[in-house]
C-alpha cells in the first residue's frame, strides 16, 4: 500500500511529535508499505495561523492510497482516504485559553481567530475516515470542543528492546525538553528538602536559553549542585539507554500533559517506576499511584516527600519498577495493535 504521512513541525525542534511519525514509517517500510513523509511548518503564532492552513489545503497527496495525519494542522489535508492519529490541537485556541500559557490577550480579535479556527478544524475532522487519539485526555478534548469521537491509540517507543534494567541507584532522572511547561524547576525545587541521600539528573534541550538559565541559578543558589546535574542538551540515545538503565527512577511531571509522554514508556520498558504529579494529565493513564509509581501533588515537599520514599523503600521500588514494565501489556501498547488499528 502507497501510505503518507502528514504532520507540522516546529522548526529546529525535536520531540514526540516527530518521533512518531517517523518510527511509525520505519514500521510500515518493514511490513513493505511504500510509504512517503510529508512535514510542514507550522508555528502558533496568531497572525499567521491562517496563512499557514491554507498550506495544507493545496497539497495534493491523491496518489497515495491513505493519508494518515498528525499534528495540527495536518489534519487539514484534503484527501478520500485519511485517517487521523490526532496528538493534540493548536491547544492556545482550546484547553490552554484560560491559562498562563496562552500567550496572547483574550480580546475581540483573538477570541474571532479562536472562533475561526474551531470551525475549520471541525470541517478538516469531519473529512476523516477515522480519528485515533493517542491519549484519553485528547480523546476528551476532542469530544468537548469538537463534539467527536474518537479511539485511543496509544504509541508505543521505538525498538522498545534496547530499554532494560542493570540497577537501581540513587540518582532520578527526567529526561526531555527544558521548558517551563516539564516543570523541572519542581523537581529542583523539591531537592531542598529531601531527606534522603537521593540524586537528581535533568537532561534535555530547550527551545530557548532563558529556562535552562533559571534552572542553573535555582541549582546554586539551592546550594545543591552537588546533588543535581543539568546536562542541558539533547542526549544520545545510548546516553538515554544507559541512565534508564542504571537509575532509581524518572520523573515526568509535565501540565496537562496530552498523552504519557515517550519518557514515562522509555522508563517502564527499563523496570523503573515514574514520578509524576496529580495534574499532568495523559502521564496519569499510565501511571497508578504506589503500584508502578508515585503520583506526588505539583509541590516541591510533596515531590520531595515522593523522592525520599522512592530512595529509601527500595524493596517497594523495585517491584514498582517490575510494575511498570506490566503496565505496558495490560494497555495493550505495541506496535502490532497500532499497525492493525491504522490499517484497517
Avoid at 544520545?236 to 534508564?244: A, C, N, P, T
Amino acid at each position: 500500500m502507497k501510505i503518507a504521512l502528514a504532520s507540522s513541525y516546529v522548526p529546529f525542534i525535536n520531540g514526540g511529535g516527530r518521533n512518531i511519525v517517523e518510527w511509525l514509517q520505519t514500521m510500515l517500510e518493514e511490513q513493505g508499505h511504500h510509504v512517503e513523509r510529508i512535514y510542514l511548518p507550522e508555528v502558533d503564532v496568531p497572525d499567521l495561523l491562517f496563512r499557514q492552513m491554507m498550506a495544507y489545503r493545496w497539497v495534493d497527496l491523491e496518489a497515495a492510497d491513505r493519508l494518515i495525519c498528525f499534528r495540527p494542522q495536518s489534519h487539514l489535508i484534503p484527501h478520500s482516504n485519511k485517517v487521523l492519529w490526532f496528538i493534540h490541537h493548536i491547544r492556545a485556541f482550546y484547553d490552554l485559553w484560560d491559562s498562563p500559557y496562552r500567550g496572547f490577550p483574550d480580546d475581540g480579535k483573538h477570541r474571532g481567530l479562536r472562533d475561526a479556527l474551531r470551525q475549520v478544524d471541525n470541517a478538516g475532522l469531519d473529512e476523516a475516515r477515522a480519528i485515533f487519539t493517542n491519549s484519553k485526555v485528547v480523546s476528551s478534548r476532542l469530544k468537548k470542543y469538537n463534539n467527536i469521537d474518537s479511539e485511543v491509540l496509544y504509541p508505543p517507543v521505538f525498538q522498545s528492546e534496547r530499554f532494560h534494567r542493570a540497577q537501581y541507584s540513587d540518582e532520578i532522572v527526567c529526561i526531555c525538553r527544558l521548558e517551563h511547561h516539564k516543570r523541572q524547576h519542581l523537581l529542583v525545587e523539591a531537592m531542598q528538602y529531601v531527606q534522603s541521600p537521593v540524586r537528581l539528573r535533568l537532561s534535555g534541550a530547550s527551545a530557548g536559553s532563558e529556562y535552562p538559565l533559571h534552572l542553573k541559578e535555582r541549582i546554586v543558589a539551592l546550594g545543591i549542585s552537588d546533588r543535581v546535574v543539568l546536562d542541558d542538551r539533547w542526549i544520545s540515545e545510548e546516553e538515554k539507554v544507559h541512565q534508564l538503565a542504571h537509575c532509581l527512577a524518572a520523573a515526568y511531571l509535565p501540565v496537562d500533559e496530552d498523552s504519557y509522554g515517550y519518557p514515562s514508556v522509555e522508563a517502564s520498558h527499563a523496570e523503573k517506576p515514574i514520578l509524576t504529579t496529580t495534574d499532568s494529565g495523559g502521564v496519569l493513564e499510565l501511571v497508578d499511584d504506589g503500584v508502578n509509581g508515585y503520583v506526588a501533588e505539583p509541590d516541591p515537599k510533596a515531590l520531595a516527600e515522593a523522592m525520599d520514599r522512592l530512595y529509601l523503600e527500595r524493596d517497594k521500588t523495585i517491584r514498582m519498577g517490575r510494575n511498570a514494565l506490566k503496565r505496558l501489556d495490560v494497555l495493550n501498547i505495541s506496535w502490532d495493535h497500532v499497525l492493525d488499528r491504522l490499517l484497517a
